[in-house]
């Protein structure tokens, strides 16, 4: 059996122990999971003699031939059940709920599979009981895109900050960065903040942050800073030289070449 688990970001960081409520079939309190009412009312089942295998011999051209098989009468345990619990009917098992705790490793990722041994559905009169698969479910962060182990933002610069610079502050899984703006910043501009991504499931290493630099561009301006616009314009260092133009171009030419 399998169950979901929901983690944001900063659980998958650090890892994180979580209770689950899980509904699975668990082992009659009543009969100690053995399906008889009073613990013992079983006898050697008569068709195996207690065996669990039934023998059959056939006849063919070629002689005789022996074949065997499950006991279809005690399913292959050698006992039958003379008076059946009446708490599970005789199953040995019984439908209920458990809290389980359980503890997801860091830099898990969305669908991963963690298996807890002997912790599924009980099974019947005393056999052995399945596992309990936990699968990652990953939930969608406001901020942060996940790419594997680095994470990414994108930053909204306004203008005035981009040709300027200056410093700003941007959102980690753990808290806030401070990033350094050089002046003339340029759109698509990517910044790299070392380690502030997740680490690796095996412990091996540790994923980047990275900034994507946008520039915003206001769509209602006032008369003033309309006429402020048109002043600088008019200014050749806010003209571009064809050397940015032409990178421009690559950078376009690369992306469908």
Known sequence: MWVKVKLNLKEILNGVEKKIKVKKYVSCSHCNGNGSENGNSTSTCST??????????T????????????????????????????????EGIVRDEEILSIRIPAGVAE??????????????????????????EEEQDPDLIRDENDVIYN??????MAALGGTVEVPTIDGVAKVK???????????????????SVNGFGKG????????????????????????????????????ERRKVFDKFKRMFD
């Open 208 to 243: 980047d942050e990275l900034v994507n630099v946008n520039v915003y561009v206001p769509e209602n301006l006032s008369d003033k800073e309309r006429k402020w616009l048109q002043e600088m314009d008019k200014s050749e260092n806010f003209i571009p030289s064809k050397t």
């Open 48 to 57: 195996c003699n207690g065996s669990g295998v039934v023998t059959r011999v």
């Open 59 to 90: 006849n063919t051209i070629l002689g005789q031939m022996q074949t065997s098989s499950t006991c279809p009468t005690c399913n292959g345990e050698g006992t039958t059940i003379t008076k059946k619990c009446s708490y599970c009917n005789g």
């Open 155 to 160: 930053l909204f610069l306004s203008f005035p």
């Open 111 to 136: 669908g991963m599979q963690l298996s807890m041994s002997g912790k599924g559905n009980a099974a019947r009169r005393g056999g052995i009981n399945g596992d309990l698969l936990i699968v990652v």
């Open 181 to 199: 703006i050089e002046p003339g910043t340029q759109p698509g501009k990517v910044l790299r903040l070392r380690n502030k991504g997740l680490p």
